[in-house]
């Protein structure tokens, strides 16, 4: 490192000038975010690239974010906005060197080509307890992929006939809306609080293929009430929304799996749209259980949202208020 008495300096070597390219983003725009957040400078230079500023340690974290995307890039994966953020994010709560170690996962491919890949460390320890687990409790808050990486994983299983069904669920409760009085009959009424499973099947398969499989009865999209009585063997089982479940829904589900089976329920406990007389069966199941053979559990964090940056932001401000209620109603008792 360069230093002269108002500025610090850190050139990093690149291959060739499209990895600078890659680096510093289209009309540098991975660049802005980095100066932003640490009030430094990134240009390009004969051979690599140049990180400046007055503070010493924002320069050397610049270059370490930039060197990891470096070797990210290195291995194929695609250095995106959303990547640059969570590095950006990392180093700002002094979790850089934990985020130095992330690798994404390349999960499979969609119907369009697309590669699926985990973009977080949280992201990639829920994949790898999917794989490694029967059952995996995953809780978090929107936008960290739950749902999504859930429904990859029953595909990447299909695929590879390591399950002959995927079986996707969700308990049909109404978040202030009333269900009698949606239009249509009964799957007209339920269609709407099951359309994200459908995406994200569509957007995996393709909507023949999801079709095709739909109409053999190896894909099965249905309310969590029609679980009830059914031993699931040789499936891959998603309770999605499971915040809405209560003890007993919950019990009713997790009793329904069978052999060469695999189970993913998931679920955001700050949105419960229970009747408050009811207590949310995840969170119970999800502690009451995870030390048993075969059961895993894995929280998602605000640091694990891949939506709109907004979201992330969103999701802090309403965990800070909760934190001040808390704080009031504790000190009024």
Do not use: W
């Not at 398969?205 to 079709?211: I, R």
């Amino acid at each position: 490192m360069y230093m002269n008495p108002s500025s610090y300096e850190h050139y990093i070597e690149l291959d060739s000038p499209d990895e600078g390219i890659a680096l510093l983003g289209a009309f540098n725009a991975n660049a802005s975010l980095v100066e932003q957040a640490l009030s430094v400078t990134c240009d390009s230079a004969p051979g690599g690239m140049v990180i400046h500023g007055p503070n010493r340690k924002k320069v050397e974290t610049a270059a370490r974010i930039f060197k990891k995307m470096h070797t990210l890039c290195q291995g194929s994966t695609p250095v995106t906005e959303q990547l640059v953020r969570y590095l950006i994010d990392a180093s700002v709560e002094g979790k850089l060197s934990e985020a130095e170690k992330f690798t994404p996962n390349l999960l499979l491919t969609n119907a369009k080509g697309r590669p699926i890949m985990t973009k977080t460390m949280g992201q990639k320890a829920y994949v790898d307890a999917i794989a490694s687990h029967e059952l995996t409790f995953a809780i978090g808050p929107a936008g960290t992929g739950k749902t999504y990486l859930a429904v990859a994983m029953a595909v990447k299983a299909f695929r590879a006939h390591e399950a002959s069904r995927i079986i996707l669920t969700r308990p049909a409760i109404e978040a202030g809306e009333n269900l009698g009085f949606l239009p249509g009959d009964l799957q007209s009424k339920v269609d709407p609080y099951m359309r994200p499973l459908y995406d994200a099947l569509q957007d995996f398969l393709g909507f023949d293929v999801y079709q095709r499989h739909l109409e053999r009865g190896e894909i099965e999209i249905s309310p969590l009430a029609y679980m009830r009585g059914r031993t699931l063997n040789d499936a891959f089982i998603i309770l999605d929304e499971a915040q809405n479940t209560t003890r007993s829904q919950m019990k009713m589900f997790l009793t329904r799996i069978g052999y060469n089976a695999r189970a993913v329920v998931t679920g955001d406990i700050t949105q419960i749209d229970l009747p408050r007389r009811h207590m949310s069966g995840l969170a119970e199941a999800a502690d009451l259980l995870k030390s048993l053979d075969g059961v895993t559990r894995v929280i998602l964090t605000d640091r694990d949202v891949v939506r709109n940056p907004l979201v992330q932001r969103i999701i802090r401000a309403y965990e800070k208020d909760a934190e001040k209620r808390a704080a009031r109603t504790r000190h009024r008792t």
